[in-house]
């Protein structure tokens, strides 16, 4: 039941209401690796620059993270991002942001990773979301994510990637963008009519839609009093969500729904504390208790 | 079981993507009265002026709404909003007020409505609310909702009324307003220590937050392709909520998440068309019907 999960591996700067965090490990791999991990072993494949610093990967490697899939590439530098949140924190300003290995060649999936059953690739180029899949042999289950950049300048090719992949995640201000439809449930199915057989439409505090041909699921988040730092929230719940998933021997409506508690339960974890810290060391036993309590708040009996 | 509901009653001019609707009846007591009515009599109490048009009250005359406490003012004015929604319908936009006759004087309980078991006191100012409310002799619930008008000039009275009533429902906006907390649910633990002992925080098409001493509940709201006209969606789910909780014998969690769920569902009909049109002839066996799918959209198992 192996899960490869590809995307950026950053270092950030985040200042939030609450404090500051300064060059510490992010991006959207890291963030979805340490919140799917707690259900079981996670192939991680990424670049990195010489830059990275040797301390960085320490909180996977203490988990079961297989980093045979990251690339440190002599004479590139890390991506990094520095952002900040103010009021209610809903949305990121990106005060800086470099590139840097992103906008070059993608990562090599290790022969041994080729036959992962369940693939998620987070966002990067969607033809190098592409070319990263098509070294995988016949996965069952392929989620990828995506954002403005790409909606914007790379249409025909994400067009291409929705073709392939089981399900999107993504939030309701990409699926707006993407489809060109206001109302959200409608830009689901539009997103649908372009190949995936389920969308999940994050709405950050709002909660999530999870959308098939024939269901639409509307879910709460967790009502959460502190956030300190919405940063990797959103690849949280993707981790959460792919790494459940994962486990279960198919994907019909029950299953999904509960990927997506686990997906918000994860994202309720994430943002409690800065950058990775509430991740690193997240059991299965924690997540599930969290869940036990997520599922008695809906029951309405 | 009898449930007494107070408020606006206007004359509405609405404009939104999908038409225009010019001079019909509308108000906070209107919705909230229809919504509620398919769970058993409410006794409506507002005042509208002389240029009440006859024909208006035909919708609420073919329910069990007794308008024994509808005064016509002899020469007041009725009323009158117009309002405009745009792209998402997040927010309406008051293109003409007239207060008129809701500037005035407030509506006289008649003595047959003194003994309601159940009181919703829907917005005016604060004052009017207490009023009214002591013309009631014993109720067991009593509801207010409010608004940034009252919140920003009227405050000192707006916190007398909130500490003799049982529950608020305001939306989100008025809750960060009245407590000047960002955070949501801090806002409403704020409004709890106020005096109610409940808080129904609405969202809009993101749902509501349920909050009591002990509890803390997030619910989505329907997901709705169509929304044709968002006015009165909040006042609907007021309606259904106490419509559904006076029916019942106590108001614990259970049954307030019940409410919340018949709030919802009320409102979800509401946004359908135009004015009321949609809540006119509901039925109770509709609300239930479109309550079970909601509450399996809910269950995860």
Known sequence: MSLLITGSIGIDTVETPYGK??????????YSS????????????????????????????SREIDLAGLERRAGSKTFRWTGKYEGAMNEAQTVDVSLNVLAEAGAKVPAAFADSRTVFLANTHPTLQRDMLAQVRDPWTVVCDTMNLWIENERASLLETLAKVTGVILND????????????IEAGTAILSMGPEFVVIKKGEHGAILMTADAVVAMPALPTREVR???GAGDSFAGGFLGYLNTQPT???????????RGTVAASFTIEDFSIRRLVDLTREQIEERVKSFLEMLRVE
């Open 251 to 261: 994907r019909d409506l029950a299953v999904l729904k509960r990927s997506v508690a």
């Open 173 to 184: 201000g990409e699926a707006r963008m993407l489809t060109g439809v206001v109302n959200v």
């Open 229 to 231: 730092d919405p940063t």
């Open 21 to 30: 965090v300064t060059d510490v490990i992010g991006g959207t791999a890291i």
């Open 34 to 61: 340490l919140a799917a991990v707690p259900y079981g072993p996670v192939r991680l494949v990424g670049v990195v620059g010489e830059d990275f610093p040797d301390g960085a990967l320490a909180p996977l490697q």
